[in-house]
Nanobody, 115 residues
Framework: QVQLVESGGGLVQAGGSLRLSCVVS????????YGWYRQAPGRQRVLVAS????????NYADSVKDRFTISRDNDKRTLYLQINELKPEDTAVYYC????????WGQGTQVTVSS
């Protein structure tokens, strides 16, 4: 059974930081590229950051470039997203999944940024 368990979200002021984590089970981890997606209220879920299986290559959406850092620990089967300089427009539920995404999604973790 595939499980993606995200954590680390919260309510923060603009300019603050958060570190999100995602523990993956039930699906091969070290051989798959992964990404962080987010879904803001009333909007579609979008990919904001991705990372190659060995962690050697990363990609970011323009809106988060230079503020978000994706990383992974294949031994711990865990994906991370360091978010700095948070902005109100970063408010969303954040999810992890493979890239391209698989049908299985976790519950996500809510990030709320106050101005």
């Amino acid at each position: 059974q595939v499980q993606l368990v995200e954590s680390g979200g919260g309510l923060v002021q603009a300019g603050g930081s958060l570190r999100l984590s995602c523990v993956v089970s039930g699906i091969p981890f070290s051989i798959n590229p992964y990404g962080w997606y987010r879904q803001a209220p009333g909007r579609q879920r979008v990919l904001v950051a991705s990372i190659a299986p060995d962690g050697g290559r990363t990609n970011y959406a323009d809106s988060v470039k230079d503020r978000f850092t994706i990383s992974r620990d294949n031994d711990k089967r865990t994906l991370y997203l360091q978010i700095n300089e948070l902005k109100p427009e970063d408010t969303a539920v954040y999810y992890c999944n493979t890239t391209p995404f698989s049908p299985s999604w976790g519950q996500g973790t809510q990030v709320t940024v106050s101005s």
